[in-house]
């Protein structure tokens, strides 16, 4: 058995996010959106400890299923789930445009079942981590897997070629091959670039 979970913070969940899934999550793969902002009135948490996210993943460990993250504003394109779900090992990520590069993060990965029966305390020691950020703080909780499994545990993660879509307001709109308009323009522009007419894959 395996599934999706599709973590967001209140107000984040992407609508092409939810689009990409319905249209390309096969449909023998269940999925489901979880909500992991506990404290949505916050507008700002941090340095407040914020766990929901960690919370999740923990509960998620423990169940012991084969199971795909996609973040909030994670843009799946075809064949992405298939290639995640057929791969023989047991932590594997799809690369997106994040902090000036495209890279493999925690917003496309899969944790295979094998590994969670194999490593049954990672997110508890991940918990424990407390550098930098409070312990369990959503900031770093994808480095923190990072530092256990790689480093700890040394785990070698799989990095999948095909590049997947990632929407930040913040910094670069709209990134990804499925955002042909423009891949770095704040999205404002990218909003009128498609109001002029410019196609989008998911439309
Ligand atoms: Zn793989």
New binding site residues.
Partial sequence: MSRIIVPFARGHLEPDTVAALEEYCPKSVRWATVCVDEEPEYEMIWPKPHTGYHEMLAAMWGEKETTIIIEHDIVIVPGVIE??LA???D???NPYFVASHVQVCLGCT?FSSNLMFKYPNMMHDAGEIDASAPAKDWHRVDIRIDEVLRQKLKVER???DVQVGHINDQHKGRTGPQYTVNDTAPRWEQAMKLDQGADSVLG
Avoid: I, N, P, R
């Fill in positions: 290639s995640l791969c023989e090992h932590w594997c990520g899969k799989h990095d999948h």
